[in-house]
């Protein structure tokens, strides 16, 4: 089955301790892309991948990092979470057509 | 600056009618795309219908139709024959092709909700 998935799905931690939301695609896409949704605000791109070792920044790249070591996987690193990264987190990727973009299932991050 | 515009926070529509969410953009790229996504409560965001700038016909896809208005800057969905399941957040997005290929801007999303 053609899928996005992402690790974990549920995220509490605390200021500071560093962590990573790991996002896998099985559709062999070139482009893969992070996006945070907050109320009200729809959905912001933080960084995305047009193929591996190629990554750009976003609209809200700050307080995140990101690696594209393999085609399929494209984690998001979080080096020292504050709360205003409290969020619901996506991972999405396409073919270089672009036309269609499949999104993961989230990941609800809460950082206290 | 804001690239995408949805002007309907939210709306009620009745089951089997028809309804048209809103959604405006902003660019000066003569190549762009633009697409709506589906959020049900459930969270997830599913992919419902995708126009190009060069698309000489409107895009369709089995209920959902995309009322391209190229001149007016407008890329508003159309949803025939409305069903309780079509309840959810709508979100119209764009992305410019010439100058930031990878770039997805979204709109604030238009929450429907269908009553029988």
């Known amino acids: 089955e053609a899928q996005v998935t992402q690790n974990p799905r549920y995220l509490i931690t605390v200021t500071g301790k560093k962590l990573t939301v790991t996002c896998s695609q099985n559709m062999n896409h070139e482009y893969m892309s992070w996006y945070r949704q907050d109320p009200g605000l729809g959905l912001r791109q933080i960084y995305y991948?047009?193929?591996?070792?190629?990554?750009d920044k976003g609209d809200v790249p700050e307080g995140y990092k990101v690696s594209r070591k393999e085609k399929r996987n494209f984690p998001l690193i979080l080096e020292s979470p504050s709360p205003n990264q409290t969020s619901l987190y996506f991972c999405?990727?396409?073919?270089?057509?672009?036309?269609?973009?499949?999104f993961g299932p989230g990941t609800r991050l809460t950082v206290l | 600056a804001q690239k995408i515009t949805q002007t309907q926070p939210g709306m009620f529509v009745q089951e089997k009618e028809a309804v048209t969410l809103d959604c405006t953009y902003d660019?000066?790229?003569?190549?762009?795309?633009l697409f709506w996504y589906k959020q049900p409560s459930s969270g997830e965001m599913i992919f419902l219908i995708y126009?190009?700038?060069?698309?000489?016909q409107n895009a369709t896809e089995g209920r959902y139709s995309l009322n391209f208005q190229k001149a007016r800057k407008s890329a508003n969905l159309v949803i025939s024959a409305s069903q309780l399941g079509d309840s959810a957040m709508y979100f119209c997005a764009m992305r410019e092709v010439t100058d930031s290929w990878g770039k997805l801007q979204f709109g604030a999303g238009t929450q429907v909700v269908v009553t029988p």
């Open positions: 126009q190009g700038s060069y698309d000489q």
């Open positions: 660019t000066s790229d003569p190549s762009y795309g």
């Open positions: 999405a990727s396409s073919s270089i057509r672009f036309n269609e973009q499949f």
């Open positions: 991948s047009m193929n591996v070792e190629v990554t």
